[in-house]
């Protein structure tokens, strides 16, 4: 019977590597992963968990995207924060997203935190580090709220608030002189705005906004770009320059498109999906 | 050395069909009668629930599958057939999302399990599934459409059919009361009082499941605009629970 050809080869393909190392001897400058940087937390409070993350993603010295988003969907109930190498942290969690679905499929129930927590590590562990994803993984479940990191590895903890990425120290800070238990929504989403905000102001790897997702037992709510402290200023000039400040010497215009009709024959350009 | 699995057991007669085919239509034949309406607002698909022996655990027993949040399957003829066909067409599901970030078109989906079906015809060393399933799907291309697969593996959109021991009654009954815009409210009237019509036994919330696909309103599809690969599509198709299965019954 003929395997289905939807399923790519698994594992890392290092047949380029001795090429790309004689071509780095030779001058050649290796390209940079797009790192996150990022500063990611996560806290629970009296209802649930809220997740925040900022929205830099950089490109060694330069930002290359100022806002992405780095809360990634797991399930409905679930959510997933990445920092690290931004291409790991993708298809890493949408990988576990899509067998999650099929998990909750087959067994008819609710999906769990640690199911997801368990499939993250398992797959990094055997990738022995390679796939640099740093994640805070949050959700509530049938056995109620959790909070979980997992590291590039494969090592996670359980913890009641978290922070992960290059801003995780300043984002600690916050957490570890404001976190109390069995915190208000509201109070807990301001920690959490606190906590990002310290890590886009005094991390150079973070910036741009604050993402925030609040998840409890009966709703998922989503806060994108929630807060937008670095709002650009609007240019005090206006910069167009006014025809005629460059001079040229001849002008010759020609028209390329005298006269067209267009005839369909039969469907026309419409797929033929019969 | 005997090579293992080499040679085809559906072959072709001389008179030009696939015997085990039919012997496969016939396992169809005797299963319990399903049955799927397409309405002009959604579709519903319905099945008897019946078990052999009152002892038996009916709350667990799955007529009705998800497998996508656009799309259930309903099924007549061989239970396990049915359960290893949900699981590879819900693997299918998700490999067309992994690559192309939306979950398939119904058509492409039972095209996919169609294919699945008629490589069991054309193996070595297998058999046909003993089951013909009810499709029920919507996407944003051709809206709500049913299909139904044959062991075979051939396929065609229906606008009503039915399936399984009460078919041809079943059948006459639908093209009788199908008109081409009926409701999603009147569909499910319909498809109960079809399998009402050759039920034996007593028909209650416990004895039958149905499935609806509901198409979503425009602004529902303007709400999940393409923004992030955060959060999935809306389910369109769901299982009703027992208790609004009871609600339409005593209608």
């Given at each position: 019977m003929s395997k289905s050809s939807v399923y790519s080869s698994p594992g890392f393909d290092f047949s380029n590597i001795v090429r790309n190392n004689f071509l780095h001897e030779k001058g050649l400058p290796l390209p940079k992963a797009t790192s996150t940087g990022t500063t990611i937390v996560g806290c629970l409070f009296k209802d649930g968990i809220v997740l925040g993350a900022d929205t830099r993603a950089t490109e060694g010295p330069i930002v290359a995207d100022k806002n992405c988003e780095k809360i990634h969907y797991i399930t409905e109930s679930i959510r997933c924060c990445g920092a690290g190498t931004a291409a790991d942290t993708e298809f890493t969690t949408a990988l576990i997203s899509s067998n999650m679905e099929l998990h909750a499929l087959q067994s008819g129930r609710k999906p769990r935190v640690v199911t997801a927590m368990t499939m993250l590590k398992q797959m990094l562990f055997r990738y022995q580090g390679h796939v640099g994803a740093a994640l805070v993984l949050g959700g509530v479940d049938s056995t109620g709220p959790h909070l979980f990191t997992i590291h590039p590895h494969g090592s996670t903890d359980k913890l009641p608030y978290v922070t992960m990425g290059s801003g995780s120290l300043a984002a600690m800070a916050v957490f570890e002189s404001g976190w109390q238990p069995n915190m208000e929504r509201e109070q807990a989403l301001n920690l959490v705005k606190a906590a990002i905000a310290a890590g886009i102001f005094n991390d150079l790897g973070s910036g741009s906004n604050v993402d925030a997702c609040i998840i409890t037992a009966n709703s998922t709510e989503m806060l994108r770009n929630v807060e937008m402290p670095n709002v650009r200023v609007q240019k005090e000039r206006d910069y167009k320059f006014r025809r005629g400040t460059t001079a040229w010497k001849k002008e010759e215009i020609r028209s390329l498109v005298v006269e067209e009709t267009v005839t369909p024959i039969g469907r026309g350009d419409e797929m033929d999906t019969s | 050395m005997r090579k293992q699995n080499?040679?085809?057991?559906t072959v072709f007669s001389p008179?030009?069909?696939?015997v085990q085919i039919e012997h496969a239509l016939a396992a169809v034949a005797g299963g319990t009668t399903s049955l799927g309406i397409k309405a002009s607002n959604g579709i519903v698909i319905a099945a008897e629930k019946k078990t052999s022996s009152i002892l038996i655990d009916d709350s667990v027993i799955d007529r009705v599958a998800v497998i996508c949040p656009n799309i259930g399957i309903v099924y007549s003829g061989m239970g396990p057939d049915f359960r290893v066909l949900v699981t590879k067409a819900r693997k299918s599901a998700q490999a067309y999302w992994k690559i192309y970030g939306t979950y398939p078109p119904t058509r492409v989906l039972t095209q996919e399990i169609a294919t699945v079906m008629q490589q069991a015809t054309q193996s070595g060393g297998v058999r046909p599934y003993g089951v013909s399933l009810l499709v029920a799907g919507w996407d944003s291309h051709r809206g709500p459409t049913l299909y139904q697969v044959d062991p075979s593996g051939s396929f065609w959109a229906w606008k009503a059919s039915a399936i399984g021991k009460n078919m041809v009654n079943a059948k006459t009954f639908l093209e009788k009361r199908?008109?081409?815009?009926?409701?999603l409210e009147d569909a499910i009237h319909t498809a109960l009082l079809t399998l009402k019509e050759g039920f034996e036994g007593q028909m209650t919330e416990k004895t039958i499941e149905i499935g609806v696909i509901t198409v979503p309103t425009p602004e529902e599809l303007e709400a999940e605009s393409p923004d992030g690969i955060t959060g999935r599509v809306k389910p369109t198709f769901r299982k009703l629970t027992e208790e609004e299965v009871r609600d339409y019954l005593s209608l």
């Open positions: - | 080499a040679y085809s057991l008179s030009g069909k696939l199908y008109n081409d815009d009926i409701s």
